[in-house]
């Protein structure tokens, strides 16, 4: 494992400083870059800064695919897509479980290319009997949330509507969202339900359908593209871009990971604080750097 950039602890193994390519065979070559959002491009923020903006530009002028690739659903991913000037190309939402092509002809700019829903009754059943007082919301692509009580703004994207447990799990969905203390004991019996359950914070868990991840996703669209296996590049900061990570040829995790991450990438590289993300994109590019 080596560094891209930023500090490491003294106890780590990753002491070497790098500008990492692809192997030299592969120089040139198109390659797929799926960038994580919250924490790789987005600190606490709601814009991306200035410097990722234009890195993430100059990759794709280079005529690699950038793929976004987040837990948000859609609605909360499409701007972010707008702000980098991704306005041909794909997306994935809701952890692997949305597949969208982005592009002008398309109405709402958006073309959905795979969904996978899920019979979201037991989930919710399940949740209610181990925690009474669970808050539950249920996505629907490209509007919001159904939620059983409203979220605080900022921590879903798109619009909420509250309703019933019952109207909650009338139509199959592709991820429901559990918050609250104790729902990290709620991994293994959800699992038992044949579902991927994702923590996403201490009290906080993301449901999809099984077997899915950034990384099948990511799969799907590497093959439509057509684009090399060991041209991929991958960065998050999160557990649920582990898969996303190890799918990569190049898994890199952002500085402030946690370990489980960190151990899993191929790379360490800043903080997003430090703009962690820029200095990988910028190895793809090392002619491109802006002045400002």
């Known amino acids: 494992m080596t560094q891209t950039t ?32 919250d ?83 037991p989930v919710i059943r399940l949740a209610r009997a181990a925690l009474p007082d669970v808050q539950v919301g249920v996505e629907e692509i490209g509007w919001g949330y159904l939620v059983d009580r409203p979220f605080e703004p900022g921590l879903v994207n798109g619009q909420q509507r509250q309703v019933p447990d019952t109207e909650l799990w009338a139509e199959p969905a592709p991820r429901v969202i559990l918050r609250g203390d104790g729902v990290g004991e709620l991994l293994e019996p959800l699992r038992g339900l044949g579902v991927t359950p994702t923590p996403a914070g201490p009290d906080w868990v993301d449901v999809t359908p099984k077997r899915l991840s950034k990384a099948t996703a990511l799969e799907r669209i590497r093959e439509r593209i057509g684009v090399s296996q060991r041209s991929t590049l991958a960065v998050g900061d999160g557990v649920n871009d582990l898969e996303m990570i190890t799918w990569a040829a190049r898994g890199v ?40």
């Open 253 to 292: 995790a952002m500085g402030h990971a946690p370990a489980a991450v960190i151990d899993a990438a191929d790379e360490v590289t800043g903080t997003i604080e430090e703009h962690g993300v820029v200095a990988v994109l910028r190895t793809l590019t090392p002619g491109s750097v802006r002045r400002r």
């Open 6 to 37: 930023g500090t490491v602890p003294p106890t780590s193994p990753r002491t070497q400083t790098t500008s990492a390519r692809f192997p030299a065979d592969d120089a040139g070559t198109t390659t797929l870059v799926a960038l994580d959002i």
């Open 39 to 121: 924490g790789t491009l987005l600190g606490a923020g709601v814009t991306v800064p200035a410097v990722t903006a234009d890195a993430v530009r100059d990759v794709r002028s280079s005529g690699h695919h950038v793929v976004l690739a987040s837990g948000r659903s859609l609605v909360g991913v499409l701007p972010v897509a707008r702000q980098l000037g991704v306005d041909q190309g794909w997306v994935v939402a809701s952890n692997g479980a949305v597949v969208a092509c982005v592009g002008h002809a398309f109405a709402g700019g958006y073309r959905l290319e795979k969904v996978h829903s899920f019979d979201v009754g």
